[in-house]
T-cell receptor, first 115, second 112 residues
């Protein structure tokens, strides 16, 4: 069975602060994909990143960075110099490398950036 | 390139009724997945269609059914609606296995 845990239900930070969203996963698959999605109030899930389990290199995209550690089954997401537009619910998700494309989501972290 | 579009955006139904939700996949995508997202929860996988065939199903009862058409658009049908079916229903399309899924804005269903 696959499971994704996002222990932080809600986080509030002041604008321009850095914030890290935690994600821990469980899977018996040897290969898999990890994802982060952003869900603004409009409801649409916006794709942020996909990471293959073979690739443990950290990735940076502008103010966003991701830290994948297979040894601890974690895939954390950091926003640097947060902005009000970053306020949203963020979901971490897991998907097997083979078979159908079922995504297993965590329960999400609601991030509020205070101006 | 048009994105994933879902209709309607909001819907109110009475318990026991039936509902059909629609999804137009992104251009060039042949795979559609449906998810149910209850308030305050993460999306839960309902089922997936690949080239008009069901390609996997989550832990949902048979009253949740679907279709995919030759143009790869899709429908989600729910019979005998229950109050717990109230949720945001999200459709996602992708080019195929191993590629990222792009989500529509969802249909918010309220069962009263």
């Amino acid at each position: 069975a696959q499971k994704v845990t996002q222990a932080q239900t809600e986080i509030s930070v002041v604008e321009k602060e850095d914030v890290t969203l935690d994600c821990v996963y469980e899977t018996r698959d040897t290969t898999y994909y990890l994802f982060w999605y952003k869900q603004p109030p409009s409801g649409e899930l916006v794709f942020l990143i996909r990471r293959n389990s073979f690739d443990e290199q950290n990735e940076i995209s502008g103010r966003y960075s991701w830290n994948f550690q297979k040894s601890t089954s974690s895939f954390n997401f950091t926003i640097t110099a947060s902005q009000v537009v970053d306020s949203a619910v963020y979901f971490c998700a897991l998907r097997p490398n083979f078979g159908n494309e079922k995504l297993t989501f965590g329960t999400g972290t609601r991030l509020t950036i205070i101006p | 390139e048009t994105g994933v579009t879902q209709s309607p955006t909001h819907l109110i139904k009475t318990r026991g009724q039936q509902v059909t939700l629609r999804c137009s996949s992104q251009s060039g995508h042949n795979t559609v997945s449906w998810y149910q997202q209850a308030l305050g929860q993460g999306p839960q996988f309902i089922f997936q269609y690949y080239r008009e065939e069901e390609n996997g199903r989550g832990n949902f009862p048979p009253r949740f059914s679907g279709l995919q058409f030759p143009n790869y658009s899709s429908e989600l049908n729910v019979n005998a609606l229950e109050l717990d079916d109230s949720a945001l229903y999200l459709c996602a399309s992708s080019r195929g296995p191993g590629t990222e899924a792009f989500f529509g804005q969802g249909t918010r269903l309220t069962v009263v």
